[in-house]
């Protein structure tokens, strides 16, 4: 198992304004992830955060929306910019375990926005 | 056509019944497949994998995958109102995950 937790566990933003979600995870890892969960859907990979160099997007989302930075290999920050009330979710992130088939998530980070 | 597709339920089961949770996958080259529990106002939480095709059993828990068929299942052996929460399975896509909608189900005392 693994220990990760997030910061803010929630928040209510005006529409335009930016929010950075923190992301600590208890052990050095390789691969970290954040995903999306709107209300009453499945989780969405946002991206890749990798150590070092840019984070790598799926389709649909955009750095400039979601910036990402990897400063060291337990910590990473998302950032969703001029948010809107569509932005309102939980963002989670995740690391990769030892093992190929191991995802460990964090608690999620609840945002709304007004 | 999305790669993991799951009845979002609700489920709602008496205490002690059997329950049977569903996914199919739209591409055979998955090989890893996996089971997360997510309870209310909490992240999901690894519960079983599985790699290939075959059962893994875990206590109350069992999981199969079906490759023929496309078809990966969880059963929960003598529930309880503890297992109540939201079960979704998800397939690594080279450690991306894909997940289903999500089954809610409801262990009833």
């Known amino acids: 198992s693994a220990v990760i937790s997030q910061k803010p566990s929630r928040d209510i933003c005006q529409r335009g304004t930016s929010l950075t979600i923190q992301c600590q995870v208890d052990s050095q890892v390789t691969m970290m992830f954040w995903y999306r969960q709107q209300p009453g859907q499945s989780l969405t990979l946002i991206a890749t955060?990798?150590?070092?160099?840019?984070?790598?997007?799926e389709s649909g989302f955009v750095i400039d929306k979601f910036p990402i930075s990897r400063p060291n290999l337990t910590f990473s920050t998302l950032t969703v910019s001029n948010m809107s009330p569509e932005d309102s979710s939980i963002y989670l992130c995740?690391?990769?375990?030892?093992?190929?088939?191991?995802?460990?998530f964090g608690p999620g980070t609840r945002l709304t926005v007004l | 056509q999305k790669e993991v597709e799951q009845d979002p339920g609700p489920l709602s089961v008496p205490e002690g019944a059997i329950v049977s949770l569903n996914c199919t996958y739209s591409?055979?080259?998955?090989?890893?497949f996996m089971w997360y529990r997510q309870y209310s106002r909490k992240g999901p939480e690894l519960l079983m994998y599985?790699?290939?095709?075959g059962n893994k059993e875990d206590g109350r828990f069992t999981a199969q995958v079906d490759k023929s068929s496309k078809y990966i299942s969880l059963f929960i052996r003598d529930s309880q109102p503890s297992d109540s929460a939201t079960y979704l399975c998800a397939v690594d896509n080279d450690y991306k995950l894909s997940f289903g909608a999500g089954t809610t189900v409801t262990v009833r005392a």
């Open positions: 591409n055979s080259a998955f090989q890893y």
């Open positions: 995740s690391e990769q375990g030892a093992l190929r088939n191991e995802q460990f």
């Open positions: 955060a990798n150590q070092g160099s840019e984070a790598t997007y």
């Open positions: 599985t790699y290939s095709s």
